[in-house]
């Protein structure tokens, strides 16, 4: 399987936004559970948010109300929406493609929050 890739991370002052993109194998996407993950430095890797292959979503609590998955079967992406950025949120943030037998890591991209 070939490895999802990340793009959309940068530089963004407080409370500012961001959108991630996550771009997948045609033949596994609409199968397939997208996972958000992000690591800060010295820090382990936390599930950010999850956008089922049904449309279904799950959220961390640091993240409800800010941050929202979608995705669009047609061009194989997924995207996370990043409203409201605190300094906190900065990481690097890694897509995880999970389906029946694989699981699928992107090499991430940075975001930072800072002014």
């Known amino acids: 399987q070939v490895q999802p890739v990340e793009s959309g991370g940068g530089l963004v002052q407080p409370g500012g936004s961001l959108r991630l993109s996550c771009a997948a194998s045609?033949?596994?996407?609409?199968?397939?559970?997208m996972d958000w993950y992000h690591q800060a430095p010295g820090k382990r890797r936390e599930l950010v948010a999850t956008?089922?292959?049904?449309?279904?979503?799950n959220y961390a609590d640091s993240v409800k109300g800010r941050f929202t998955a979608s995705r669009d079967n047609a061009k194989n992406t997924a995207y996370l929406q990043m409203n409201s950025l605190k300094p906190e949120d900065s990481a690097v943030y890694f897509c995880?493609?999970?389906?029946?037998?694989?699981?699928?890591w992107g090499q991430g991209t940075q975001v930072t929050v800072s002014s």
């Open positions: 045609r033949s596994i996407f609409s199968i397939s559970t």
């Open positions: 995880n493609v999970v389906g029946p037998g694989y699981n699928l």
């Open positions: 956008i089922t292959n049904g449309d279904s979503t």
